[in-house]
Nanobody, 116 residues
Framework: QVQLVESGGGLVQPGGSLRLSCAASGSGFSITAMHWYRQTPGKQRELVASITSGGSTNYADSVKGRFTISRDNAKNTVYLQMNSLKPEDTAVYYC??????????WGQGTQVTVSS
């Protein structure tokens, strides 16, 4: 069983920055893919960014150039650096761990609110 614990959410003004963290329990973190999703009320959860075990990254068009996903395998942690935040970035952010079709775990989510 893998547990994912997100942290780093909060209230920030437009144009500000936040860094989210997601710490995973257990072993084998380095071989997994990690993802950040976000969800607002009444909408489907959307993929924000992904990072493979080899470090390749992908981003939603809406966050390209503003968000950066990274991982520290020694700490079993994935990060999402969010810069130039906009009100439309307000959402609950979730991390997800996958390994093919074998593993699929979600964190509990952390609220990000961008407002003046």
């Amino acid at each position: 069983q893998v547990q994912l614990v997100e942290s780093g959410g909060g209230l920030v003004q437009p144009g500000g920055s936040l860094r989210l963290s997601c710490a995973a329990s257990g072993s084998g973190f380095s071989i997994t893919a990690m993802h950040w999703y976000r969800q607002t009320p009444g909408k489907q959860r959307e993929l924000v960014a992904s990072i493979t075990s080899g470090g390749s990254t992908n981003y939603a068009d809406s966050v390209k150039g503003r968000f950066t996903i990274s991982r520290d395998n020694a700490k079993n942690t994935v990060y999402l650096q969010m810069n130039s935040l906009k009100p439309e970035d307000t959402a609950v952010y979730y991390c997800r761990l996958t390994y093919g079709t074998v593993l699929n775990y979600w964190g509990q989510g952390t609220q990000v609110t961008v407002s003046s």
